[in-house]
């Protein structure tokens, strides 16, 4: 396995965390649209957004928070209903990046999309608190695939939160895995706001 960069990251990730497949999930680097996250930053040459329509809006949540925040705010701001859960309050309180996901009105996606985060640090101690929104309007369809990866021996904490909005009519399909080391300490947490006659089905592998 590669050792950690000095001036950048991704040589610190193992190459075959990126090329294994995950339960029930495509490769994650097979070809089709995908977010690629290491330790909780975003890696842009490793993401894709081949294959997506026209208004689909797919990238890291801190980019499009500064380009769109009155799409994520509203969002965002939904978690502070959430009373006593520790893991809710200590993911806002590092919150930095994860995944966005925008579905308009009507789009419906033929592939699915990847979302996956890396954890390592060659030996040392790690943790991330990805937040990641899905936005599913009226009318649309979409097949998330949520994967989180990591090497045996690392020691990790991975603190997620994925918020899911849900518009009428409309259909989110949500995978969730994870297959990190025996070491590693994961905390998934998912919440979704559903609209009239909206179906959101879920599987989850650990």
Do not use: C
Not at 11 to 28: F, K, M, R, Y
Not at 68 to 78: K, Q
Not at 94 to 122: E, K, M
């Amino acid at each position: 396995r590669a050792a950690p960069a000095t001036n950048g990251f991704l040589s610190a990730i193992p190459q075959e965390l990126l090329a294994t497949e995950g339960p029930q999930a495509p490769g994650p680097m097979a070809r089709g649209p995908r977010l690629v996250f290491f330790n909780g930053r975003f890696i842009k040459s490793l993401s894709s957004q081949e294959g997506l329509p026209a208004g689909v809006l797919l990238g890291n949540l801190a980019e499009f928070l500064q380009t769109h925040p009155a799409l994520i705010e509203p969002l965002l701001n939904r978690m502070n209903e959430v009373k006593d859960h520790s893991f809710v309050h200590l993911n806002t309180a590092f919150l930095s990046d994860g995944a966005f996901v925008y579905i308009p009105r009507g789009t419906v996606l033929s592939a699915p999309v990847q979302l996956l985060f890396v954890s390592g640090n060659g030996g040392g101690a790690t943790v991330a608190h990805p937040r990641n929104l899905i936005i599913a309007e009226a009318g649309s369809q979409v097949k998330v695939v949520e994967g989180y990866v990591g090497t045996e021996g690392e020691r990790t904490l991975t603190n997620s939160l994925t918020q899911i909005l849900i518009g009428a009519d409309a259909l989110v399909e949500h995978d969730r895995w994870q297959n990190e080391g025996q070491q590693s300490f994961h905390v998934g947490i998912t919440h979704v706001w559903e609209g009239r006659q909206s179906r959101y089905l879920s599987n989850a592998v650990n």
